[in-house]
């Protein structure tokens, strides 16, 4: 499956935006789908998962109440919807999928640039 995140940018500290990952060669819902971030000299962090049916989702602490992972099976697409963002939330922000019978994200997306202005 081949993966493509896109939707980053700018944005001020308070806002919302919202990243859109988008699969090709299979069914998305075939996949578990994370999304994982690395700021500039940070390794790469996981943001949150949702698991193939989207009736599961997990997040890091430091993003709950304020993100939400969201999958459209009609459109193969998974989102990342990220409100009230801070400027610690800038970075790149990277979509990977695993199928079922494994744990390894071994499908990455080429990654978007997020910026948080302050």
């Known amino acids: 499956v081949q993966l493509q995140a896109f939707g980053g940018g700018l944005v001020q500290a308070g806002g919302s935006l919202r990243l859109s990952c988008t699969a090709s060669g299979r069914p998305f819902s075939t996949y578990t789908v994370g999304w994982f971030r690395q700021a500039p000299g940070k390794k790469r962090e996981f943001v949150g998962s949702i698991n193939r049916s989207g009736s599961s989702t997990d997040y890091t602490d430091s993003v709950k109440g304020r993100f939400t992972i969201s999958r459209d099976g009609a459109k193969n697409t998974v989102y990342l919807q990220m409100n009230s963002l801070k400027p610690d939330d800038a970075a790149v922000y990277y979509c990977?999928?695993?199928?079922?019978?494994?744990?390894?994200?071994?499908?990455w997306g080429q990654g978007t640039k997020v910026t948080v202005s302050s």
């Open positions: 990977a999928a695993h199928p079922a019978f494994t744990t390894v994200y071994d499908y």
